[in-house]
């Protein structure tokens, strides 16, 4: 006779995970390796379905667990507010322009672009473009018709698996970003900005303070913690005439 299991236990179904929110104790799931997969896709594979930021996601209609680490920053420095004008750079899948549009509400403008075809979002207008192409800060100051209150970048090169090389190539598309931010932004606006664990190099963050009123690093808790990834904050825009630029 096979033994009973312990009172209160439930089996799960083969193949099933229990899956609970951010913060909540969960099931583990592990991953065998198979026939034509990869230890690093394996394990890649055991990550994502371990992950309580996936499955909240997948759970409340968000497109990445990337939409978490926006909303944490946003309780933290207030940065999306009803009826905001804002520009999302990379941002497919599509998770930090939900979490805008969903915050700014009908009033708001939510502008999404990224090098990578996306899915459409309704109160998002989407476009393709690589941002670094020379034309394309000045298509997107066009598209936006007027000053922004706020500029997200969640833009990342593909990584080399070489940290220095990697950290330089994030660096380069955090400065495109600000130097576009501050022709953009109307005065009080913020900007966001993906970095690498290290923070922004000396000479940007100079840049930064200079034309914000506040710049500060973010790590958010729904950025995996073994991650180099970090952000940059930085609220309070001065304006080109204050700054004299």
């Known amino acids: ?10 089996p799960s179904a083969p193949g099933k995970a229990v899956t609970k929110g ?112 020379a034309d ?20 990342a090169a593909p990584a080399s698996g070489h940290r220095p090389t990697d950290h330089l190539k994030i660096m380069a598309l955090c400065e495109a970003a600000i130097e576009f931010a501050v022709n953009v932004l109307a005065p009080g606006g913020s900007f966001v900005a993906k970095v690498l664990k290290g923070g922004t190099e000396n000479e940007l963050l100079a840049m930064m303070q200079r034309h914000f009123r506040s710049v500060r690093h973010a790590k958010p808790k729904a950025s995996r913690q073994d991650s180099a990834e970090a952000y940059v904050v930085a609220t309070g825009f001065k304006g080109l005439s204050e700054t004299g630029d």
């Open 22 to 133: 951010p913060g909540e104790r969960e099931l583990s799931v592990r991953v065998k390796t198979a026939s034509g997969r990869t230890l690093s896709s394996t394990l890649w594979l055991q990550r994502q379905l371990n992950d309580p930021y996936v499955a909240a996601a997948r759970r409340e209609g968000y497109r990445s667990r990337a939409a978490f680490k926006l909303l944490e920053m946003d309780e933290k420095y207030h940065l999306l507010k009803k009826g905001a004008r804002i520009i999302d750079l990379g941002a497919a899948p599509g998770g930090w322009s939900q979490v805008a549009a969903k915050k700014a509400g009908p009033s708001g403008r939510i502008i999404a672009i990224d090098i990578n075809v996306f899915d459409p979002i309704p109160g998002v207008e989407i476009a393709q473009m690589d941002f670094l192409e």
């Open 136 to 155: 394309a800060p000045d298509r997107l100051i066009a598209m936006a018709g007027g000053p922004v209150d706020l500029v997200l970048s969640d833009m």
């Open 1 to 10: 006779m096979a033994p009973r299991p312990p009172r209160g236990s439930r």
